[in-house]
């Protein structure tokens, strides 16, 4: 309880002190989501909260990005408060259109705790971002080696309106049984309203493994946000939007 308590005033802190830095660029959210789940022997449908901030910090030549977050749980599926947070040092090359770098990153649900590290790489081009990164994680509870790769691809319809596709696939090695693969897709968007910092968001996931227990789910997330730094397409490309704990092994809140 320590660790969530010390992760959702992270989160806060964020939240209230990133817009004070005028050069930075990032955002602040909350969000609901609706998960249902399906697998042996279970067949489960729920909603959570969640709230979360990221923030850009340009130093010369290097980004450094924080972001964190904090799901809480009370339904069929899980009643779990689930605090994660990651850091990134980036840098661009090739005439500022690819963004390069690192992170580490660690999710603190109630039982467990996970952390991972890996590279990252993201492709500008003048309405498309383009994303892929590989990491590598441990979980204690579970007492397993994690592995996983994800790409995604994002599309400006204007500065202020975004539309999102992702693919990522995950193996969980536990010591104690067989490993298991686990795959997942995403869609959804954003868009900020005129002349505000204001927006609002969605996003659908499917996940599936035939290891895991012949796990299926479906997972929707709407929200608002808000931006600080400038549009949409300003903070993609700031390096404020690098992936969070939650969704780098295909599990957990969306």
């Known amino acids: 309880m320590k660790t969530q ?3 959702a005033a992270a989160v806060l802190a964020v939240a209230v002190s990133a817009p004070a830095f005028a050069q930075n660029v990032g955002s602040i959210g909350a969000a609901v989501n609706y998960n249902d789940v399906k697998a042996t022997g279970i067949d489960a449908d729920g909603t959570s909260a969640k709230v979360d901030a990221n923030v850009a910090i340009p130093t010369g030549a290097w980004t450094v990005t924080l972001n964190g977050n904090v799901s809480v749980s009370d339904n069929d599926i899980s009643d779990e408060t689930v605090a994660s947070t990651a850091a990134h040092a980036t840098t661009l090359v090739a005439g500022d259109t690819v963004r390069v770098g690192g992170f580490a990153a660690l999710s603190r649900p109630s039982n467990d705790t996970l952390w991972a ?3 990252e790489a993201s492709k ?3 309405k498309v971002t383009l994303t892929g990164l590989a990491a590598y994680g441990q979980s204690n509870d579970l007492d397993a080696d994690l592995w996983s790769v994800r790409a995604d691809a994002r599309y400006f319809v204007s500065d202020d309106f975004r539309l999102d596709a992702g693919v990522g696939y995950a ?3 536990p010591k104690a049984f067989s490993s298991a693969d686990v795959w997942d897709v995403n869609v959804g968007g954003e ?3 005129a002349n505000t910092g204001w927006s609002t968001f969605a996003k659908y996931t499917h996940t599936e493994s035939d290891d895991l227990a012949n796990l299926n789910a479906e ?3 709407v929200g608002f ?3 600080f730094g400038g549009s949409l397409k300003t903070r993609d490309r700031s390096g404020a939007d690098l992936i969070d704990a939650d969704t780098l092994f295909g599990l957990g809140v969306r």
């Open 124 to 126: 500008y081009f003048d």
């Open 225 to 227: 946000r808000y931006t």
């Open 5 to 7: 308590l010390f992760a």
């Open 219 to 221: 997972a929707v997330k």
């Open 191 to 193: 868009y900020k309203f």
């Open 117 to 119: 590290v890996g590279a």
């Open 171 to 173: 193996n969980i090695d």
